[in-house]
């Protein structure tokens, strides 16, 4: 699993409705894309559940490179470079992956926490806790799945986590799921993955 997201951040008096409007024209062009374990089309909207920002942030789980650089490179991922210009790519690998209590729900909510791996952790057990820190947000009430993957570049874990519901028990940046693109979900490896 690989873990992608990138973000528009756009002016405080942006009309949002143009992005739901994009969405609700585009989204079903991942609905059976070869390698996409989920997209999440997500967006934060100013001064709506607590959000300092306009931003539009999809959010991919990927099954496989392949199917990770047909999108980027294929011609898809033009259409947003077109219109917003050419975002920074923030990429992942993967280290959890778990189906929540409302696994058979829409999510309406998505949950992200980036946050730094310390120096001088001892890395096993950091990724452990991380993998099992997925494990328990999946079993919240309300949570669709979860996951958790690490940039070793930056060293920066990212849990990500969707919800059906706006009180999801995760911290971090919230999000509104506009759509959720799922062709390779049931292929996604579970739980800890090394």
């Known amino acids: ?95 959890a992956f778990e189906e929540g209590t409302a696994t058979g729900s829409a999510p309406a909510f998505a949950v992200r926490r980036r946050q730094p791996v310390p120096e001088g952790v001892e890395l096993a057990a950091f990724m452990t806790d991380a993998a099992a820190e997925t494990a328990r947000l999946a079993a919240q009430d309300g949570a669709v799945l979860a996951a958790a993957a690490v940039d070793t570049r930056a060293w920066e874990l990212v849990h990500f986590s969707l919800w059906e519901h706006d009180a999801p028990k995760a911290d971090g940046d919230l999000f509104q799921v506009l759509h959720l693109s799922a062709p390779g979900r049931d292929r996604l490896p579970r739980g800890r993955q090394w």
């Open 1 to 95: 699993m690989h873990a992608m997201q990138y973000e528009f951040t756009l002016p405080a008096d942006y009309d949002m409705g143009i992005i739901r409007s994009r969405v609700a024209r585009v989204a079903h062009l991942l609905d059976d894309w070869d390698g996409l374990g989920i997209k999440t089309y997500i967006l934060r909207e100013r001064g709506v559940h607590g959000s300092p920002v306009n931003q539009y942030g999809p959010f991919y789980l990927w099954n496989t490179m392949e199917g990770m650089n047909s999108f980027l490179w294929g011609g898809t991922f033009q259409g947003p470079v077109r219109d917003f210009g050419r975002p920074d790519i923030r990429q992942w690998t993967g280290l």
